[in-house]
């Protein structure tokens, strides 16, 4: 890519389409704690097992298997807006709907109307980030993935923080009704920036069958040189950030002892603050070391800072170790996330952004869905100080197999430059 062909970072962050990126994945990540970190809070605080917190974590299985109904998302078009915004719309007012019920139930009394009411969430929220997700590969070009996926990453924590800290906040001040209700209002709100945002100027063209739309993305994505390295990369590479922080809130309430409020502020606000800078400087990095150099560095940093816990773990409970641990921890997951978002959108195309994107990034959520039922029945037996060591650990072999694709990735960053 020439110098001339490169966007400077005021240009990118001032293009209109950046900004419907950055609001609509806002609208993304509000869901995304409600099944995660704000759910274990809430069954932690009610005194639920360890085991039945990891049990729990299985809720949102529904994002591993997006990809089942992503072709029709991509073959159908809505009754309202575009091919992308009015399925968007859609799911917003029904992720409304669903916040707001789960609020009126309680986990020691409702714990199965609860649990129907998560996986509902989580279909829900799947089905909203397959099509925001395909609306970002088909409206961002080329030369701006990197600032593209860095400014998705913002938006979602922003809002994932907005589910999870402030949330637990209200919670800890009011009770969990008036913070669910919170959280419904400003997913309601949401359905503006769908309305706003632009039509992508080549939306690509819908498969003429449900057939093709199921066969084709998959086709195209297999026809890829050197795709099934990518595709266990993909699952590989963020699979020790994962576990390390599959029991996050189980850990920091019931293994260490914080209360509501020292999480919500010095754990989970600090954590949001430090992935954004985090964010900036990772889609900052890869427009300038390109997928694999990036990928490689964060990659390696997200496997060390894992250890960051453990010293938690051992030394107990410090306010000012919480502070630094997190900070760390998630500001080099943030770089990491940065350059991992914009590898997964470099595999995809626009006429199947739906289909294949959902295919990937189902992939790549495998293991932060799966690893709690794991760490549920791992930490019981080795303690947390041992399990945050096998969490920096088990990054090694998705480093290992980074350095084995430096070619194939270099040619893949070459032929974006192509493209571009």
Known sequence: MTAAAKPTLLQALGDKRMVAVLFL??????????????????????????????LFSLVALPLNFKFLWAPLLDRYLPPILGRRRGWILIF??????CIGAMGFCSPTRELYVLGVLALLLAFLSASQDIVI??????????????????????????????????????AA????????????????????????APEPDAPGHPPHTLADAVWHPLRALLKQKGVWGFLALVLLYKVGDALALSLYSTFMIKGVGFSLEELSIAGKLNMTISTMIGLAFGGFMYIRWG???????????????????????LAG??????????????????????????????????????????????????????????AGHLVPVIGWPHFFVVTCLIAAPGLILLVILRRPLQELGAREAASA
């Open 291 to 313: 997928v694999f150099r990036s990928l490689l560095v964060f990659g390696i940093g997200q496997s060390l800072t894992n250890l960051l816990y453990m010293w938690l773990a």
């Open 133 to 170: 997700d395909a609306y970002r590969v088909d409206t961002i070009p080329v030369s701006e993935r990197g600032v593209a996926a860095a400014a998705a990453a913002f938006g979602y924590r922003t809002a994932a923080m907005l589910a999870g800290s402030v949330l637990v906040l209200i």
């Open 92 to 97: 917003q007012a029904c992720l409304t709907v």
């Open 317 to 374: 409970k410090k306010v000012w170790l919480l502070v630094l641990a997190t900070s760390v921890d998630t500001m080099v997951g943030g770089m990491g996330q940065a350059a991992f978002v914009a590898f997964l959108v470099s595999l995809c195309s626009a006429d199947f952004s739906a289909t294949q994107y959902a295919l990937l990034s189902a992939l790549a959520t495998l293991p932060r869905n799966v690893t709690g039922w794991i």
């Open 25 to 54: 994945s806002f609208a993304s990540g509000l869901p995304f704690n409600l099944t995660g970190f704000t759910l274990q809070a809430w069954l932690a605080s009610s005194g639920l097992s360890i085991r039945t917190i990891g």
């Open 173 to 196: 001040w009011v009770d969990w009704q008036s913070a669910f209700l919170f959280v419904a209002c400003f997913m309601a709100a949401t359905m503006l920036s769908t309305l706003r």
